[in-house]
């Protein structure tokens, strides 16, 4: 079975510009997240799917960041535009059963703002 | 205050040595409890998954939940320089189902 796909794996842009991050959860996952790892830190939530919903969001800065999850499977995060701060892994995962917790983890993708 | 702290380390030990992480969390509410690790440039995985207070032992891995005291731990038994990773505690539960939040995480290398 397939894994939890991301892409780029790198990115390197000035600030100003816009970014997007692309995610191919596994198949059959209705739940997926975007979580942002600052270096040294563990990852924080940004925003969570119940399929095509949003249901949480409340930590996604929404003046420059926005995400869609179209048909409830792809979703894709935008950054628009992109700040130094922003350097960062964002790390998509997706998850078959929410109450627990168990989340499967792409490899992230690694974005650094010059 | 955060609702997961972590010791970030870094922790650093010889080859079959036991290995102890901790974190303790303040929400009483959170009742799934969780170990993830971190290989360098990778996604965090799964090692380990409690639920409410007790043991759990999956191999050379045991977890550890004291819900009196908000406190969880992971013991890793004859370390293996294989296991040089950072480690994450991760919580849920209670009004933040199927939001995990999670600890800063503790390097550890084991050297040969």
């Known amino acids: 079975e397939a894994g939890v796909v991301q892409s780029p794996r790198y990115k390197i842009i000035e600030k100003k510009q816009p970014v997007a991050f692309w995610c191919n959860p596994i198949?059959?996952?209705?739940?997926l997240y975007w979580y942002l790892q600052n270096l040294g830190q563990g990852p924080e939530l940004l925003i969570r799917y119940e399929n095509e919903e949003a249901v949480d969001d409340s930590q996604l800065p929404k003046d420059r960041f926005s995400a869609e999850r179209l048909k409830g499977v792809d979703s894709t995060l935008k950054i628009q535009p992109a700040e130094l701060g922003d350097s960062a892994v964002y790390l998509c995962?997706?998850?078959?059963?929410?109450?627990?917790?168990?989340?499967?983890f792409g490899e992230g993708s690694r974005l650094t703002v010059l | 205050q955060k609702e997961v702290e972590q010791d970030p380390g870094p922790l650093s030990v010889p080859e079959g040595a036991i290995v102890s992480l901790n974190c303790t969390y303040s929400n009483s509410a959170f009742q799934y409890f969780m170990w993830y690790r971190q290989y360098s440039r990778k996604g965090p995985e799964l090692l380990m998954y409690t639920y409410s207070s007790g043991n759990k032992e999956d191999g050379r891995f045991t977890a550890q939940v004291d819900k009196s005291s908000k406190y969880i731990s992971l013991f890793i038994r004859d370390s293996q320089p294989s296991d040089s990773a950072t480690y994450l505690c991760?919580?849920?539960?209670?009004?933040?189902?199927?939001?995990?939040?999670f600890g800063q995480g503790t390097i550890l290398t084991v050297h040969p």
């Open positions: 995962a997706s998850s078959q059963d929410m109450n627990t917790g168990e989340l499967f």
């Open positions: 198949s059959g996952h209705n739940t």
């Open positions: 991760a919580i849920t539960g209670g009004t933040s189902y199927g939001k995990l939040t």
